[in-house]
C-alpha cells in the first residue's frame, strides 16, 4: 500500500506564482524526499529532509517537515513554465535504501 | 559520467511472450531498485538488491516476476508469461551506500502486452 498521499492531484498555475504541495504519510520515517518527474522520464531527486529537521531549503524550493501530523510540504516560489512536471513525494521507513513513493502532484504552469 | 541505462526504451508483445528488461546502474553505486509505474498505481516498488543480493521483492507481484543482478553492472527484470496487465513504464534507479537516500532514475522501459 503507498506510503504516501499527496495533495492536490493536480494544480494549474500562472508563471511567476507559488505552488504548493503536500504529502502525508502513515507511519514513522527516518527522512522524506520529494523527486520531479517531467513527462516521459525517470524521476529526478529534488531534496531531501531528515525527520529531525523542520524546514529545508534549496533554490527556489521550500520543504517543511511536521513529523506530529506526518506530514510534508513542497514550495516552489516564482514558479516556471519549465517547473511543469510530476512531483512525488518518498519516505525512507528503515534505513535499508527502500523508498516508498506517494502518488505524486501533477504541476502545470502557464506562461 | 553516464546515468542508469535502460534497454529497451519500448517493448511490444503479444499476452504469453517473454519479456527481458535491462539495466545498468551507474558504476560505484551499489544499490539497484526496480519499479513500475501505471496511471491505477502509481509508482511501486518491485525489488531492490544491495551489493548483487536481493533484499526486499516482496513488491514483485508473482511468480511470472524475476528479478537477477549477476554482476555490480548488470540486472535483468524477466516477465514470463507476459500479460496484458503487465503494460507499465517499468524503471530501474541505482543508489550508493554512500548516499543511499538519493537514487537515480533511469528513463524507463514502457512494456505493452497486446
Known amino acids: 500500500s503507498q506510503q504516501g498521499e499527496e495533495d492536490p492531484q493536480a494544480l494549474s498555475i500562472q508563471e511567476g506564482e507559488n505552488a504548493t504541495m503536500n504529502c502525508s504519510y502513515k507511519?514513522?520515517?527516518?527522512?522524506l524526499q520529494w523527486y520531479r518527474q517531467n513527462s516521459g522520464r525517470g524521476l529526478v531527486h529534488l531534496i531531501l529532509?531528515?525527520?529531525?529537521?523542520r524546514e529545508k531549503h534549496s533554490g527556489r524550493l521550500r520543504v517543511t517537515l511536521d513529523t506530529s501530523k506526518k506530514s510534508s510540504s513542497l514550495l516552489i516560489t516564482a514558479s516556471r513554465a519549465a517547473d511543469t512536471a510530476s512531483y512525488f513525494c518518498?519516505?525512507?521507513?528503515?534505513?535499508?535504501?527502500?523508498?516508498?513513493f506517494g502518488q505524486g502532484t501533477e504541476l502545470s504552469v502557464k506562461p | 559520467d553516464a546515468g542508469v541505462i535502460q534497454s529497451p526504451r519500448h517493448e511490444v508483445t503479444e499476452m504469453g511472450q517473454e519479456v527481458t528488461l535491462r539495466c545498468k546502474p551507474i558504476?560505484?553505486?551499489?544499490?539497484l531498485f526496480w519499479y513500475r509505474q501505471t496511471m491505477m498505481r502509481g509508482l511501486e516498488l518491485l525489488i531492490y538488491?544491495?551489493?548483487?543480493?536481493?533484499?526486499?521483492d516482496s513488491g514483485m507481484p508473482e511468480d511470472r516476476f524475476s528479478a537477477k543482478m549477476p554482476n555490480a553492472s548488470f540486472s535483468t527484470l524477466k516477465i514470463q508469461p507476459s500479460e496484458p496487465r503487465d503494460s507499465a513504464v517499468y524503471f530501474c534507479?541505482?543508489?550508493?551506500?554512500?548516499?543511499?537516500?538519493?537514487?537515480?532514475f533511469g528513463p524507463g522501459t514502457r512494456l505493452t502486452v497486446l
Open positions: 534507479a541505482s543508489s550508493s551506500s554512500d548516499n543511499y537516500n538519493e537514487q537515480f
Open positions: 507511519t514513522s520515517i527516518n527522512n
Open positions: 529532509i531528515r525527520s529531525n529537521e
Open positions: 518518498a519516505t525512507d521507513v528503515n534505513q535499508g535504501g527502500k523508498l516508498i
Open positions: 558504476s560505484g553505486h551499489d544499490y
Open positions: 538488491f544491495n551489493n548483487n543480493v536481493p533484499i526486499d
